[in-house]
């Protein structure tokens, strides 16, 4: 089995929100997982389309609906050094923040567990 760093992060999360944030309503985005081509191409079908965030908390918190987070392992960057994306998901994903955060979202990337935790915290301590 490969070494899934993705789905060992959102595990990590998940388990810090029901330990840290018990009563919060939150979601991850099945990325991550190791799905079959079938499976893949059934998540695709009822999916609106491609850069969705990997983790929603559906918990208002001052002028924000919810927070979204768009989740990459430790060590991952998100743009070159002329400032473009590292690659067309990326952008999508960073297109999709923007429309997100338009509609009255909190929404932003963290790289590792340590800056997702961080983002977290920093969502709830906003009134």
Wanted: glycine letters at 8%; hydrophobic letters at 40%.
């Amino acid at each position: 089995m490969r070494n899934n760093e993705e789905y060992k992060l959102c595990k990590n999360l998940a388990l810090y929100m029901k330990l840290q944030y018990p009563k919060v309503f939150y979601h991850f985005d099945a990325a991550g997982l190791n799905l079959s081509k079938a499976q893949a191409g059934m998540q695709k079908a009822i999916q609106k389309g491609r850069g969705f965030p990997d983790l929603f908390i559906a918990e208002p918190r001052g002028e924000f609906h919810g927070l979204f987070i768009e989740l990459k392992k430790e060590g991952e960057v998100l743009y070159k050094r002329n400032g473009e994306a590292v690659t067309e998901h990326v952008q999508e994903q960073i297109n999709c923040i923007n429309l997100l955060r338009a509609k009255g979202y909190c929404a932003g990337f963290a790289i590792g567990f340590n800056e997702a935790k961080t983002v977290i915290d920093s969502y709830f301590i906003l009134e």
